[in-house]
């Protein structure tokens, strides 16, 4: 079956601009996370849904950064006036729900961000 | 909070020889511990996890793990290394209160010689 999926594989973007990134997690999966991972780092935490709602942003590191995930499946993760600090790759995953903790997180191929 | 620390960024071993990747992980409630691989270009794949019962725990491509709860670790490892796991190896500990959201390690490179 089809796995996570994430648009665009790759992002150029000048600093100061506005960038969209696509997540689309596995059907059925309500909980879904994103993660941003720098060069060098292991994955951080940033959001995760369960369901239409955000319930959890602690991991978002400033108010630039903004996710929405309107109709529980879709998410998409939104970053206002870009800086070169937030190159990264973006990271989307899904799990059944959060209400146990040993559901596995299924990853997509990430997004990968360059902010000239 | 929770914390996970892979000890050496990179290591390499023979093909043949053991692996072993070390994880140690900090946590307030009874962990639940992961590891992924990363190939390069793509993304993470599970490899073991660990949340109840028992401690050894068997993965995927001949990778096991053992919690020890005692010594606050979670090593992977593999009795003879292929080619093929030449990858970056990722200790995840889940907080479970806060969402399941993974906390991750800084990641292990491991390259194997022929």
């Known amino acids: 079956g089809a796995g996570v999926s994430q648009t665009p594989s790759n992002k150029v973007t000048e600093k100061g601009k506005y960038v969209e990134l696509r997540c689309d997690p596995i059907s059925g999966h309500t909980a879904l996370y994103w993660y941003r991972q720098s060069l060098g780092q292991g994955p951080e935490f940033l959001i995760y849904f369960q369901g239409t709602g955000a319930a959890d942003d602690s991991g978002l590191p400033n108010d630039r950064f903004f996710a929405v995930r309107p109709e529980g499946s879709v998410s998409t993760l939104k970053i206002q006036r870009t800086e070169r600090g937030d190159s990264a790759v973006y990271l989307c995953?899904?799990?059944?729900?959060?209400?146990?903790?040993?559901?596995?997180?299924?990853f997509g191929p990430g997004t990968r961000l360059t902010v000239l | 909070a929770q914390s996970v620390t892979q000890l050496g960024s990179h290591v390499s071993v023979s093909e043949g020889a053991l692996v072993l990747l070390r994880c140690n992980y900090s946590s307030s409630v009874p962990p639940y511990l992961f590891w992924y691989v990363q190939y390069p270009n793509q993304g993470l794949q599970l490899l073991l996890k660990y949340t109840t019962g028992a401690t050894l725990v068997k993965g995927i491509n001949g990778f096991e793990a053992e919690f020890k709860k005692s010594e606050t670790s979670f090593h992977l490892t593999k009795p003879s290394a292929h080619m093929s796991d030449a990858a970056e190896y990722f200790c995840a500990v889940s907080d479970r209160q806060r969402g399941n959201k993974l906390v991750f390690g800084a990641g292990t490179i491991l390259r194997v010689k022929s």
């Open positions: 995953a899904s799990s059944l729900n959060t209400g146990v903790g040993n559901n596995e997180q299924f």
